[in-house]
């Protein structure tokens, strides 16, 4: 049984700049389980045409700049991040991974992305 996400707070693309081209990210906000914490999930965007920055390489980045605009003044140990990595072929099914992802916070920005695969 994978993660239930309950109490959906923000739906929408987030746009960011990468190294010389656009990063955008799908990024969906819950408050957690416990009182005053909060699953944020990353997801690529479903443009047919991006061919920018993927979520799962831009990472740590994406998470700095979310939780400066959204997330500011909660503490970083009180979000969990998470990772929807999908991928698409016309010659077999889609595949959908959820990935929580573990990160050091020095106080400016997240670093050191390790991903921990939830069976679905």
């Known amino acids: 049984m994978g993660k239930r996400f309950e109490k959906l707070i923000i739906d929408e693309e987030f746009k960011t700049w990468g190294k010389m081209m656009e990063a955008i990210c799908n990024v969906k906000i819950y408050q957690g ?3 005053g914490t909060y ?3 990353l997801t690529r965007p479903e443009h047919k045409d ?3 920055i993927w979520t799962t390489m831009f990472f740590e980045f994406f998470a700095t700049r979310i939780r400066d605009k959204y997330l500011k003044s909660v503490p970083a140990e009180k979000i969990n991040w998470y ?3 999908r991928e698409e072929s ?6 959908t991974e959820l990935s929580k992802v573990f990160m050091q916070w ?3 920005h997240y ?3 390790n991903w921990l695969y939830l069976a679905q």
Do not use: K, L
Request: glycine share 8%; aromatic share 12%.
């Open 111 to 113: 670093r050191d992305p």
């Open 39 to 41: 699953d944020v999930i």
């Open 33 to 35: 389980e416990e009182v």
């Open 83 to 85: 990772d929807n990595w």
């Open 106 to 108: 020095n106080g400016e």
């Open 50 to 52: 991006y061919h920018g």
């Open 90 to 95: 016309p010659y077999r099914e889609t595949i």
